[in-house]
């Protein structure tokens, strides 16, 4: 496995009555048995009760909406931890 990209739900934190959920872009790179991880935001989730706002970042990608649905779940239970 020499390279692999992916997105994954970062940790949300409570900010102003919202919790922000930032969606990150992991790539890792392994050769000769070294792994070097880069981790890049590229959206940021808002949520607000039942709403819920997508903030992108330069460098998301184009399909992050469909990409969004796959992490659904990570997403689901950021937002019951960070709301309590």
Do not use: W
Not at 13 to 31: A, D, E, K, S, Y
Not at 75 to 83: A, D, L, N, S, Y
């Amino acid at each position: 496995m020499p390279e692999v990209t992916d997105l994954v739900v970062g940790g949300g934190r409570m900010v102003g009555g919202r919790c922000v959920i930032p969606i990150i872009r992991t790539f890792t790179l392994c050769m000769g048995g070294v792994a070097t991880v880069s981790l890049t935001p590229v959206a940021l989730l808002f949520t607000e009760g039942e709403r819920e706002y997508l903030a992108l970042l330069p460098g998301a990608p184009e399909t992050i909406n469909d990409l969004l649905e796959t992490l659904r779940d990570p997403i689901e239970q950021e937002k019951k931890r960070c709301t309590g």
